[in-house]
């Protein structure tokens, strides 16, 4: 009984929340105390698991290793919800092309490197990267755990008395199973909702933590706009009908994009604070790896959405790997027209950096295949520029 | 989008557990014509899976970090015992640092991942691939690279452990007695383990043994000696016939 209280309270929580976030003040900080060690027995056990998975995830191959990124980011943890906070948070950047991150709560903090391609500026990193610490801080795991065992307790029992009044029968016995029913449906969307809800306070947590900072607050709903921008070009690309923003599924574990773009809006028009976006800093910490982050992202095989993120991340200046990557996109679709683009965009690439050999590389490909004789005099150029690439025997073939 | 670690709810939502998964599954598999070279054989144990929780009302597991560290001493007693019975060296290995932990982590995956093949395309019989139809057919490899990990320590043999024990909660417990009462069988408590020796030479899995239900409280010191001769059931140089396997306690 005591579990259903909590589902039906939880439930309460998420009917009610809506209403509440209208005139939302945001939370204050808690307090915070160095080196939290989990108290009780659910809570020790969950970091148990997690501890076994960090050390798995720490000896990866799968994470970047790069210790200055990684001491950037940490400074960026820093930057955003404060100095003593930050030490906390263990970070680990993993290859992963998907706009995502993710924290554990023993403070594990993965971040992938979609979201790094993805961030136009240090503080909507830093909004990101304070969510996940809010969800740390607010130990949402534990929290989360505790309410997924209740409702699937009830969903159980729910389940219980539908077998029981099948069985047994009797002149209620419809009645109990439908009513068994939209129980054990209540508590599965409980689930879900309670997971919604755990966001929006980690998204407000995050809210305030950018409030206390140097950054400016009006980035976190920037960079929701543009997820949503990219999501329905890659649905156009696809042939997809494009996801509805404005509402909520089922099974929707964070809230609906648009509603969280227009709630942190809301709260950073509210703060009326302007602060410092840090784009230099994070550009000076990635012009080592955008080109690899790049690389991924073409691999993703999604012509419209990639089209679209290089677009934003170009702004109004094309540079050199940003052109030479839309050359690779150009290039990997492979219509005669894109060749033809293609080639242009990798012109265009080696105008401004003359020495980027894998623009004549790409050049030398889209011209071959489109028949142009001046492929021969790229791939060549290519060779001589990196004749120890890893591909040059192969290149050779095609220019005898 | 953002997400926060997702702790698995699917087992919780199917009520009804299976009837008899896989009657003519096969639990071990030993290389045709190996034998372990009697009473020298020098065993690396690396770094063991061992979780064990309680199994809530509704079939999620809660692990639980108190049992879990019982259960890794007695096993770890239980195992040693069991070993120099038959003559063997448990080495422990040190947890490695650098360039020689991603090789352990490394190989750690792909044990599991060659583990899981050898349950599902060997020992289920109707599952199994062409190559492995053949009678007495084992032949699995994680490649030779693997003498990387013996290094500096003499070991001939790695031994790898996966162990994992949910017990039936109370609440779990009345719900499989009036789940009973409705004719619908629900399942209490889940203990299943693995465990496999790879020669550390070759890189070749020499012996396999796989229990989904396994009997002995891991939690106790007689219970873990229980467990380990299971997880050892045909361990190659034994011509012990194990304990009973018992169904899930």
């Known amino acids: ?123 909507e990193l830093a909004a990101v990267l304070g969510h996940e610490f809010a969800h740390f801080e607010l130990r949402h795991s534990l929290v989360g755990f505790k309410q997924k065992r209740s409702a699937t307790d009830v969903m159980a029992w729910a389940g219980v008395a539908a077998a029981g009044a099948y069985t047994y029968g009797g002149t209620g016995a419809y009645n109990t199973v439908r009513t068994a029913q939209s129980v054990q449906n209540a508590a599965f969307g409980s689930i879900f909702a309670f997971s919604r809800e755990q966001e929006r306070q980690a998204d407000l947590l995050s809210m305030a933590y950018l409030k206390a900072s140097s950054y400016d607050p009006r980035c976190f709903a920037d960079l929701w706009g543009r997820v949503m921008d990219e999501a329905d070009a890659t649905a156009r690309g696809r042939r997809q009908r494009s996801t509805r923003y404005d509402r909520v599924a089922f099974f929707a574990t964070h809230p609906a994009t648009l509603e969280r773009a227009t709630y942190l809006r809301e709260l950073a028009i509210a703060m009326d604070k302007s602060g410092e976006d840090g784009r230099a800093r994070l550009d000076a910490a990635m012009v080592a790896w955008r080109p690899q982050l790049l690389a991924d992202q073409i691999k993703l095989n999604d012509f419209e959405g990639t089209d679209y993120l290089l677009g934003e991340l170009a702004g109004a200046q094309w540079t050199a790997d940003l052109l030479f990557a839309r050359g690779e996109l150009y290039r990997s679709r492979g219509n005669p027209r894109d060749l033809v683009s293609a080639a242009g965009f990798y012109r265009a690439a080696l105008e401004q950096e003359p020495s980027n050999a894998d623009a004549y590389r790409g050049l030398g490909l889209a011209q071959m295949r489109s028949r142009d004789p001046a492929a021969a005099d790229s791939l060549r150029r290519y060779l001589a520029m990196k004749p120890n690439a890893v591909d040059s025997a192969m290149i050779s073939t095609l220019i005898q | 989008m953002l997400l926060r670690l997702w702790v698995p709810i699917l087992a919780s939502v199917c009520l009804v557990a299976s009837g008899s998964p896989a009657t003519a599954q096969e639990k071990s598999g030993i290389k045709p014509g190996f034998v372990l070279p009697q009473r020298s054989a020098r065993i690396l144990l690396i770094r063991p899976t061992i979780k064990v929780g309680a199994q809530s009302t509704g079939g999620m597991f809660e692990p639980n970090a108190d049992w879990t560290a019982q259960a890794k001493e007695n096993l770890a007693v239980a195992l040693a015992a069991a070993q120099t019975k038959l003559g063997n060296e448990i080495l422990i290995a040190d947890e490695p640092i650098g360039p020689a932990a991603t090789t352990m982590a490394d190989y750690r995956a792909l044990f599991s991942v060659l583990a899981d093949s050898v349950i599902r395309y060997q020992f289920f019989v109707g599952n199994r691939l062409p190559t492995k139809k053949r009678k007495d057919a084992f032949e699995w490899t994680m490649g030779p690279g693997v003498a990387d990990l013996a290094k500096g320590t003499g070991a001939d043999y790695a031994l790898f452990l996966f162990n994992e024990d949910q017990y039936g909660s109370t609440g779990r417990k009345i719900l499989q007695a009036f789940a009973a009462m409705a004719y619908v069988s629900v399942k209490s408590g889940e203990h299943k383990g693995f465990a496999g020796l790879v020669d550390l030479h070759t890189g070749d899995l020499v012996w396999l043994n796989a229990d989904l239900a396994m009997g002995g409280d891991v939690r106790t010191p007689d219970g873990a000696q229980k467990r380990v001769s299971q997880l050892l059931k045909n361990f190659p140089g034994s011509s012990q016939s194990a304990a009973p396997a018992s169904a899930a306690k």
């Open chain 1, 1 to 123: 009984m005591r579990a259903l209280w909590k589902v039906l309270a939880a439930m309460a929580i998420v009917v009610a929340a809506p209403l509440a976030a209208k005139g939302d003040p945001l939370p204050t900080l808690p307090p915070y105390a160095g080196a939290y060690q989990p108290q009780g027995m659910d809570e020790r056990g969950l970091w148990m698991m997690v501890d076994e998975d960090e050390r798995r995830l720490r000896d990866s191959k799968a994470v970047v290793s790069d210790p200055k990124l990684q001491s950037y980011l940490h400074d960026v943890v820093c930057r955003a919800v404060g100095a003593p906070r930050c030490d906390s948070v263990r970070i680990y950047v993993v290859r992963n092309a998907a706009f995502n991150a993710s924290m554990a709560p023993n403070g594990m903090l993965v971040v992938q490197t979609g979201l790094l391609l993805r961030v136009r500026n240090e503080a």
